[in-house]
């Protein structure tokens, strides 16, 4: 299994940009989790999805964040405007029931 | 609001055991603990997870204690490239969806 796949690795965007992060989770995981990890705030939980429906949303930090998943094989994070203070590195993670999180490589926004 | 407690740091020597505590005295009784490392620039790997037994993977060990109040991960053998953060959380009713991260415990393992 090659894992969670997250995309881009890197991203550099101007603020007011529309940013989009992706993630493709392991095979026959039920769960998928988006989390932001800046040094001021560590690891947050900003969303996550069971069976593809949201489940608890209560850690997005505005309206400027929407998280989608159209199947069980692909969802997007998607900030719009994006602003200096969204930089921080994304995780995207999968899991079954009752097993860890496989965490995703990361995704590093730096809004400038 | 974390739940845990741990060290900020340690040191290790390499090829030694490292002991990595975690205190969780308001740990309820259908919680597991779930230990979690990041290393630099990587996403956080899943370690171990326990409710009350003692726990061994080919990663680790985890001792809980009987109270449950507080536990431990050792890395039997450490090498260097066991030099990372390590998280202790605990997990309401053994589910992990909402793991909650403190600061973890930087461990660095010296040649």
């Known amino acids: 299994d090659a894992g969670v796949i997250q995309s881009p690795r890197h991203e550099v965007t101007e603020m007011g940009q529309e940013v989009t992060l992706r993630c493709k989770p392991i095979?026959?995981?039920?769960?998928l989790f988006w989390y932001r990890q800046t040094m001021m705030r560590g690891l947050e939980l900003l969303i996550y999805?069971?069976?593809?429906?949201?489940?608890?949303d209560s850690g997005m930090p505005e309206d400027r964040f929407s998280a989608k998943m159209p199947n069980a094989s692909f969802s997007t994070l998607k900030i719009q405007p994006s602003e200096p203070r969204d930089s921080a590195v994304y995780f995207c993670a999968s899991s079954r029931q009752g097993y860890g999180y496989t965490f995703g490589s990361g995704t590093r926004l730096t809004v400038v | 609001d974390a739940k845990t407690t741990q060290p900020p740091s340690m040191d290790c020597a390499e090829g030694r055991a490292a002991n990595l505590p975690c205190n969780h005295s308001t740990i309820s009784g259908n919680e597991y603990v779930y230990w979690y490392r990041q290393i630099h620039s990587q996403g956080p790997q899943y370690i171990i997870h326990?409710?009350?037994?003692?726990e061994t993977n080919e990663m680790a060990s985890l001792i809980i204690t009987e109270d449950r109040k507080s536990s431990t991960l050792i890395l039997p053998h450490a090498t260097l490239r066991d030099t990372a953060v390590y998280y202790c959380i605990v997990s309401p009713a053994g589910n992990n969806r909402k793991l909650i991260w403190g600061l973890g415990t930087s461990l660095a393992v010296n040649p």
């Open positions: 326990g409710l009350k037994n003692n």
């Open positions: 999805f069971n069976n593809n429906v949201p489940i608890d």
């Open positions: 095979s026959g995981h039920d769960y």
